[in-house]
């Protein structure tokens, strides 16, 4: 009779067991993935961590992410594919619970990346954190920043090029966002829709001036951690009520519909929770 007992309470802790573990995936997983190619000097790369940093700490942001549920949040810095790229590991946000830790984080980073403009590389290593079978979402975003185009050179060794990157993203179900600063390249926000972001409801914000950069970050962190069907209608509201006179602090571009169409049919099924996700 006792072993008949242990039995049953054996399958039954089995059958709650997934449950219990499926209670610790988060809501959202978002990278950073930060540009620190050798276009950005020490300075403009100093503004960006700072720029971002302020960005976090806003109410507007704490706001999003209290509303977005538990996001985990990393960030990655990347430059020439030839090295590796710079990683912060995963942290857990609840609202503000969190945050200020994450912020201070990435205004400490030391810069290691330097040389090419390898977006691709930059991107892979933004899906290799969401590739981390610790970690389990129900959305998973990169928000990449970047001020150039794709370097191509022949018998480079980079890590991956931006088509293969694009096309893991969208196997893994990642939305792919983008904020660009153009001042060197004007129509770069163009080059991002078409070449750089993927995946349902992804869009550029672009920037004119580096200036510009920390207003633009916020507003883009707000939108994307926002559920789907409601940045979409901020996005549409943003849109019509954005002047005509050019690209001010973080106008935006979305990729068309016809194109996620496409991208939708082309998702493979997404990510399964792993057993379990250790939060702290």
Known sequence: MLRILLGIIAILAMAGAPAAR????????LVLAVDGSGSITDEEFAFQKDGIAAA?????????????????LSAIFWGDGEFAVQKLGWHIVR???????????IQETP????????????LWGALDMLADPAICATRMLVNLSGDGRETIAPKRRQVASLAAARRRALEMGVTVNALTVSEEVPDLAEYYAKSVIVGTGSFV?????GSDFAAAFRKKL???????????????SDSAGRASSGAAAGSEIEIPEEQHHKQRNAHQPKKKCPDQLVLP
């Open 111 to 122: 810069r290691k990346v330097f040389g090419n403009t390898d977006i691709g590389s930059g």
């Open 205 to 209: 914000m672009e920037v004119r001036r």
């Open 222 to 236: 707000v939108r994307e951690l926002s559920p789907q069907t409601v940045a979409a209608l901020r996005a549409a």
């Open 95 to 105: 609202g503000r619970f969190g945050l200020e830790y994450f912020a201070r984080a």
């Open 56 to 72: 976090l700490r806003t109410d507007e942001v704490t706001r999003a992410l209290a509303a977005a549920g538990t996001v985990a």
């Open 22 to 29: 499926a209670a610790h995936c988060v809501d959202v997983a």
